[in-house]
């Protein structure tokens, strides 16, 4: 079975979610949460670190994009919320310059 290592950058209700869900399935032997604000995702890998006793080990930690070096998969749920008011595409264009810049963040690394 494979047992790799798999980066999620926003802690969010959809990042800390997929964080949940992936450490449920055992697939990976790490899984790192990174987020901008830190203690948040510090605060998950914390939470769902409780669960690891129910399932195969795996190592659950907050981390930087460093952490990102020899991961097998990086999942992006990171992105602005929509304003109230505020068209589709305009909140398309502000996420996409939130995960341009992920994106350059990660490939420092990986």
């Keep these: 079975m494979f047992r790799g290592k798999i980066v999620i950058v926003g802690s969010g209700d959809v990042g800390s979610t997929t ?8 697939l990976f ?18 939470d769902i670190s409780h669960g690891v006793a129910h399932t195969k080990p795996v190592s659950v930690y ?15 749920t990171a992105g602005a919320n929509q304003n109230p008011g505020e068209n589709r595409i305009d909140l398309l264009k502000r996420n996409a310059v939130i995960v ?7 490939m420092k690394y990986a």
């Design 19 to 26: 964080a949940y869900t992936i450490m449920l399935g055992g």
């Design 29 to 46: 032997s790490e899984i790192v949460i990174i987020d901008q604000n830190h203690a948040k995702a510090e605060g998950d890998a914390l």
């Design 62 to 76: 907050a981390g930087d994009y460093k952490d990102c070096k020899d991961c097998d998969i990086v999942v992006i």
């Design 100 to 106: 341009k810049s992920i994106t350059e963040s990660i």
